[in-house]
């Protein structure tokens, strides 16, 4: 029995999971690798080389490293509950008008609860990601994420759905270091090319980028359903026939009608197969109504609680009030924000902790 416990690691093929399965190895831990087939390329439709996590190539990495360092490692094929949860709800959610984010809830709904039945099975402890971010038990007693070091690279953001039994049996090794550091890392423990490899930034279901293209192939028939619907200004005047609601988004400026000064998707109506366009300032608001709501560093929120909001992953964040109101949160902003987009996570922060976070049902101009 290793003096530090047992931990299950994820282990994609990549630089940052590698590098957390040495490290902890190196660190005394009884470490199992475990690499998750979540999805077939093939299937996908996609002329695009397969890339990302989910390869042959990735699995043969991953288990190289882990016989080469003498701990197990398996391979869990979890295609069938990713494909009935994060891709049905991939494709729901812009059937409904709105914008999905599927990295938060593949990490929320099947990773973590995939390896944390694995590791109930084999006898783990822990388990262990190689995200940039960090978790540790609050004074209150609650476990909380928090950002990690490097900036850059933070996935606080995309964690906030993990709850506390998923957040009381997490380590997150790189959330203390700079990329550069891992990659240097990667180098001196014998993996100069892992050092080198690029990372890749899709949808692991849609590699080559193209959403609409994947909802095409994904839902007959889709394409002539939703084909010829209007454009229309902020007054409802129709300005032009766009090809089907689906395939736009919030703050889209490519794509649409000339109108001789820019104009951006402001409002996705499906009932009426309606795509509403308008300047960027109409893009801006000063308030959202966010559901599904998970708490982190607190168990409840106080009225009028001060934080800084983040609404997409590269977002800065704006500084809030948030008011909790049964199963949702209504945040405040302190400066009108811009391109509140229904569907993407909205992210609560105390200076870097996580205090919650939820989904975006709808934003709204207050004054």
């Not at 994420?145 to 850059?152: F, L, P, Q, R």
């Not at 933070?154 to 039994?165: I, K, N, P, R």
């Not at 998970?294 to 500084?319: F, H, S, V």
Request: net charge negative.
């Amino acid at each position: 029995m290793s003096r530090k416990g047992k931990v299950l690691v994820a282990m994609s093929g990549g630089i940052d999971s590698t590098v957390t399965a040495l490290m902890l190895h190196e660190q005394g831990y009884e470490v199992v690798g475990i690499t998750m087939k979540t999805w077939d390329y093939a299937s996908a439709g996609s002329s695009k080389k397969e890339t990302g996590c989910c390869n042959l190539d990735s699995f043969n990495d991953a288990r190289a490293a882990a016989v080469h360092h003498g701990f197990p490692h398996f391979i869990l094929d979890i295609r069938e509950e990713f494909g009935d949860f994060v891709i049905e709800n991939f494709v729901d959610e812009y059937l409904a008008g709105r914008t999905p984010n599927p990295c938060v809830m593949c990490n929320t709904h099947i990773k973590w609860r995939a390896l944390l039945k694995r590791a109930n099975a084999l006898d783990c402890e822990f388990i262990a990601t190689g995200h940039y971010a960090n978790v540790r038990q609050h004074d209150n007693g609650r476990y909380v994420i928090s950002k990690g070091k490097d900036a850059t690279k933070d996935q606080s953001y995309v964690l906030w759905g993990l709850d506390q039994e998923l957040l009381s049996r997490t380590i997150l090794p790189l959330g203390v270091y700079h990329k550069t550091e891992i990659r240097q890392m990667a180098h001196d423990m014998g993996y100069p090319e892992l050092a080198k490899k690029s990372e890749s930034y899709e949808i692991c279901f849609v590699p080559d980028n193209d959403y609409r293209g994947f909802l095409k192939r994904r839902v007959d028939g889709l394409e002539e359903e939703v084909a010829g619907g209007n454009f229309v200004d902020k007054n409802g005047k129709i300005i032009g026939k766009h090809n089907g609601y689906p395939f736009y988004t919030i703050g889209q400026r490519k794509g649409l009608v000339a109108m001789g000064r820019p104009v951006f998707v402001t409002q996705i109506i499906p009932e009426s197969n309606t795509v509403v366009l308008g300047d960027e300032v109409d893009l801006q608001q000063n308030e959202m109504v966010v559901g599904k709501i998970n708490m982190g560093k607190y168990d409840t929120l106080t009225p009028g609680m001060e934080a800084i909001t983040k609404i997409r992953y590269k977002d800065q964040g704006c500084l809030s009030n948030l008011y909790p109101d049964s199963n949702t949160v209504r945040a405040t902003f302190y400066e009108h924000v811009k391109g509140i987009a229904p569907g993407q996570s909205a992210v609560f922060y105390e200076n870097d902790d996580v205090i919650g976070g939820g989904i975006i049902q709808r934003g709204s101009l207050t004054n």
